[in-house]
C-alpha cells in the first residue's frame, strides 16, 4: 500500500476523464487517448447502457476505455465520480469538458426553456465538473473545455458593453456566473435583444453558452497560476464544423479529425508555456479581443 491507502499499482497510475463521450467529438477523443495516453481513460455518460455500449463498441477496436457514469447537470453524479476518482487514484491528469447540447432556436418557445437548458449543459455543468474535479488535478495536469467558434461569433453579435465585460481580463467566475443567469432571465422575459444579447439564430443560447465555455477557461488558468501545483493548463477549444448529432449530421470533418485539436490539448508536453490559458481553433490561438472573426 502507498502511503495514502491506495494500492500501489493505482496510486501513481495515471488517469483522463472525458465528459458526455459516448458518442460524437467526445467519443473520438476517447478513442484517441486510448492511443496516445498512458494511463486509464474514462468515457462518461449520463445514460449507463450507452456508456457501456460505446466501451464495447471501441473495445472491438482492441481499445480498453473504461466507464463512469455521469451527467454533469446532476451534481450527485458529479460527486460520486470525484470520490472515485479520489479513492481509485488519488488524482487526476487529463479532464476533458466535452458535455454539451445543442437546441435550434424555437419562435414557440420564448420562455427562455431552452435556453435555460443550454447553458445549464454548457456551462453551469462545466463549472460543476470543474470545481468538484480541480482539487484533484495533479502537476502536470491537462483541462480542455470544449467551446465553438460560434463563442466567438455571438460575442461580436453582443453589445459594446457586454464585449467590454466578456473581453475584461481581470472578470471573475462570479461576475461570468451572474452576466449568464442574466441572458437566461432576459430571454425568459423577451428583452434580451434591448439589453444587448444576440438575436435571431443565436438566440438558442448555444453561442452564449459558449461565450461562458470559453471565458471560464481564461478565468481558471488565471486562478491556477497562483496554484502550488506546477504546470496545470486549461484551453478552450473549438473542434471546427464536425457531423455529429449535435449538428444534425451536418459539417465538414469527421468526429475522429475534430478531434485532432482537443487531443493535441489534452497531450501538450510538459511545462508548456504556450497554449495555456488560450481559445485555440486549428491548433492555432484564437484573438478573443479581435473584432472580426476573419483572424
Given amino acids: 500500500m502507498g502511503d495514502n491507502g491506495l494500492p500501489t499499482t493505482m496510486e501513481n497510475k495515471r488517469v483522463a476523464v472525458v465528459t458526455g463521450s459516448n458518442k ?29 455500449q460505446a466501451v464495447q463498441d471501441l473495445n472491438k477496436e482492441g481499445l480498453s476505455p473504461k466507464f463512469h457514469q455521469l451527467d454533469v447537470t446532476k451534481p ?19 479532464l476533458v469538458n466535452n458535455a454539451g447540447i ?26 460543476d465538473v470543474s470545481e468538484a474535479l480541480f482539487p484533484l488535478l ?35 467566475q462570479e461576475e461570468l456566473k451572474i452576466l449568464m443567469q442574466q441572458f437566461v432571465d432576459c430571454i425568459k422575459m423577451g428583452t434580451h435583444g434591448a439589453n444587448g444579447w444576440p438575436t435571431g439564430k443565436y438566440t438558442s443560447g448555444y453561442g452564449v453558452s459558449k ?14 497560476k497562483k496554484d502550488s501545483r506546477p504546470d496545470i493548463v486549461v ?23 475534430g478531434a485532432e485539436t482537443p487531443l493535441y490539448l489534452a497531450m501538450l508536453p510538459p511545462n508548456t508555456t504556450n497554449p495555456n490559458g488560450k481559445f485555440i481553433s486549428e491548433k492555432q490561438i484564437v484573438n478573443w479581443k479581435a473584432k472580426s472573426t476573419k483572424l
Fill in 76 to 94: 450527485d453524479t458529479i460527486a460520486k465520480l470525484r470520490s472515485f476518482l479520489k479513492d481509485t487514484y488519488g488524482g487526476l491528469d487529463i
Fill in 138 to 172: 495533479r502537476p502536470h495536469a491537462r483541462v480542455v473545455n470544449i467551446s465553438s467558434m460560434l463563442s466567438f461569433a455571438s460575442l461580436l453579435k453582443c453589445s459594446d458593453e457586454l464585449q467590454h465585460r466578456f473581453k475584461d481580463e481581470n472578470i471573475s
Fill in 24 to 52: 460524437g467529438i467526445g467519443y473520438a477523443i476517447v478513442r484517441g487517448l486510448c492511443k496516445q495516453f498512458d494511463g486509464d481513460v474514462y468515457l462518461t455518460a449520463r445514460d449507463k447502457s450507452l456508456g457501456l
Fill in 211 to 224: 461565450i461562458g465555455a470559453t471565458v471560464i477557461s481564461f478565468i481558471q488558468q488565471r486562478e491556477l
Fill in 235 to 257: 484551453n478552450a477549444v473549438c473542434p471546427g464544423y464536425v457531423v455529429t448529432d449535435l449538428t444534425g449530421q451536418q459539417g465538414f470533418k469527421t468526429i475522429d479529425q
Fill in 102 to 127: 445543442f437546441i435550434e432556436a424555437n419562435s414557440a418557445a420564448q420562455d427562455g426553456t431552452q435556453a435555460e437548458s443550454i447553458v445549464r449543459t454548457n456551462f453551469t455543468g462545466l463549472c
